[in-house]
C-alpha cells in the first residue's frame, strides 16, 4: 500500500501551476517547430506531398508510443515520465532543425520520429497529472490546462516570427528554444501533487494517494482493458475530431496562407498565430461554459464554429477575411481534447489506461492528416485541401454524447451514457 500523502491547499495550487507550466511548455515546443515550416520546406527543397511524409514520421512516433503510455505512466509515474519524455521531444526537435541545416531529409524524418515519441508520451501524462489535479479542485479546469499549451504556442509563434523576419536560421531558432523548455520541465514537474483515486475504490480497497514520482498500479485491471469499453473508444473518436482540426491548422495554415495568398513567411507565422490566440481565449473561457451549460452542448456549438471557420477560410477570396475564418476555426477547435481527456478521467481509478486509448485514438489524426492533405494540396492548394476536415468534424459531431459524465455504475464498465 501507497504511503499517504496530504495535500495542502498551497501545494495544489502550485501543483496547479506546475500541470500549466508543463502543458504551455509543451505547446511552446510544437509551435516553435511549426511555425518555421515554411522555412523547413524550403531548406528541404519539398513539394507539398512530400512536405506530409516527411510531417508523417513524427506523427508515426506518437502513436507507435502512445498505446504503451498507460503503462509507463503507471510505472514511472506523470513526474518521471514528463522528464524522460520531454528531453526526448527536446532532443528531437533540435536534432531536425540540424537536418534542415545539412539537407538531409532522412535526418529530419528520424529526428521527428523520437520528437513524436517524446511528445505523445509527454502529453498522456501531463493530461493524466491535469485530471488527478481537477479531480482533487472538484471542478473543471483542464480547458484552463490545454490554454496553457495554446499560451506556449502563442509565445512560440510570436518569437518564430521575429526570428523568421530578421532570417534567423531553425538550427539557432529551434534547438535555443527547445533546450530552454527543457530546463523549465525540469522545474516545473518537481511541484506535481499525488493523484487522486476515487472515492468508491477507496472504500473497496483502502487505497490512498500515491506519489505521482512513483508507480501508480492498477491491480484489478489489465492495461488495455480499456479498449474494450464503448464509452472510451466513442471519446476517442471526439477527441480524433478534435485533433483533425486542430492538427491540420498546426501543420499547413502557415503554408496555405504563404502559397495561397502570396505573402511573406513571417505572415504565415502570424496567420498561425491568429489561430492559436483564439484557441487560447476559448480554453481559457470555456471552464466557464462547460460548468454552466455541460461537456455535450459546449462541444457541438465547438463542431459549429469549426465548421464555420473552415468553410470561411477555405472559399473567401479577400486575405483579411480568411483570417477572420481562421480565428473562428481556433475557436471550435479549442474544447474538444480538453474535454475528451476529462471525460476520460471520470474515474481516477482507470484515468491511466483510458487517457492511452484516447489520445492514441486522437493522435491518429496526425498520423492520416498530414500526408492526406499532402496529395490533396499538391492538386488543387493548401486551402481548398483543408475544407477535408469538415467531413470528420461532422462525424465527431454525432458522437459528442459519449463525453457525458459518467455515472457511478458505469465508471467500471466505461459504458456509454444512455
Given at each position: ?79 518521471g515520465?514528463v ?10 526537435l533540435?536534432?531536425?532543425?540540424l ?54 504556442t502563442?509565445?512560440?509563434a ?38 487522486p ?27 488495455f ?50 489561430f ?32 464555420v ?39 481516477p ?5 483510458r ?12 498520423l492520416?492528416?498530414p ?12 486551402r ?35
Open positions: 500500500m501507497a504511503t499517504p500523502s496530504r495535500i495542502t491547499p498551497a501545494a495544489l495550487r502550485r501543483g496547479s501551476w506546475a500541470v500549466f507550466a508543463v502543458f504551455f511548455l509543451n505547446g511552446f515546443n510544437f509551435a516553435t517547430w511549426a511555425s518555421r515550416l515554411p522555412a523547413v520546406r524550403d531548406g528541404l527543397s519539398l513539394q507539398a506531398d512530400q512536405m506530409g511524409l516527411v510531417l508523417l514520421a513524427a506523427s508515426v512516433g506518437s502513436l507507435a508510443s502512445l498505446p504503451l503510455s498507460g503503462i509507463v505512466v503507471q510505472r514511472l509515474g506523470a513526474r515520465t522528464t524522460v519524455f520531454a528531453a526526448a521531444n527536446a532532443v528531437g533540435a536534432v531536425a532543425a537536418g534542415v541545416q545539412l539537407e538531409s531529409v532522412t535526418l529530419v524524418a528520424v529526428a521527428l520520429a523520437l520528437y513524436g515519441v517524446g511528445t505523445g508520451v509527454w502529453d498522456a501524462a501531463m493530461n493524466f497529472e491535469g485530471a488527478a489535479v481537477e479531480q482533487q479542485l472538484g471542478r473543471t479546469v483542464m480547458p484552463r490546462y490545454h490554454a496553457g499549451f495554446s499560451f506556449g502563442v509565445v512560440a510570436a518569437l518564430a516570427a521575429f526570428a523568421a523576419g530578421l532570417d534567423i536560421p531553425v538550427v539557432v531558432n529551434i534547438p535555443v528554444a527547445v533546450g530552454m523548455s527543457f530546463l523549465a520541465v525540469l522545474i516545473a514537474v518537481r511541484q506535481f501533487v499525488p493523484a483515486v476515487s472515492a468508491a475504490r477507496a472504500a473497496r480497497s483502502g487505497d490512498l494517494l500515491t506519489d505521482p514520482a512513483v508507480a501508480t498500479p492498477t491491480r484489478t485491471r489489465n492495461a482493458a480499456a479498449w474494450t469499453e464503448p464509452r472510451t473508444l466513442l471519446v476517442g473518436l471526439v477527441v480524433l475530431a478534435a485533433a483533425l482540426t486542430e492538427g491540420a491548422a498546426n501543420d499547413w495554415v502557415s503554408l496555405a496562407v504563404v502559397d495561397g495568398f502570396d505573402v511573406s513567411h513571417a505572415l504565415g507565422a502570424f496567420a498561425f498565430g491568429i492559436v490566440t483564439a484557441m487560447t481565449a476559448t480554453r481559457l473561457l470555456g471552464t466557464y461554459a462547460l460548468d454552466r451549460f455541460g461537456r455535450v452542448a459546449v462541444l457541438r456549438a465547438s463542431a459549429a464554429f469549426g465548421l471557420g473552415l468553410a470561411v477560410f477555405g472559399l473567401v477570396g479577400p486575405m483579411w477575411l480568411a483570417l477572420i475564418g481562421v480565428a473562428m476555426w481556433g475557436a471550435g477547435a479549442a474544447l474538444g481534447f480538453p474535454v475528451g481527456m476529462s471525460a476520460a478521467s471520470d474515474d481509478a482507470h484515468a491511466a489506461p487517457l492511452a486509448v484516447v489520445s492514441t485514438i486522437g493522435y491518429s489524426a496526425f492520416a492528416g500526408p492526406l492533405l499532402g496529395l490533396l494540396a499538391q492538386h488543387i492548394g493548401y481548398h485541401a483543408l475544407l477535408a476536415i469538415i467531413v470528420p468534424v461532422l462525424a465527431g459531431l454525432l458522437v459528442v454524447g459519449a463525453a457525458a459524465p459518467l455515472r457511478p455504475a458505469q465508471e467500471e464498465t466505461g459504458d456509454a451514457p444512455a
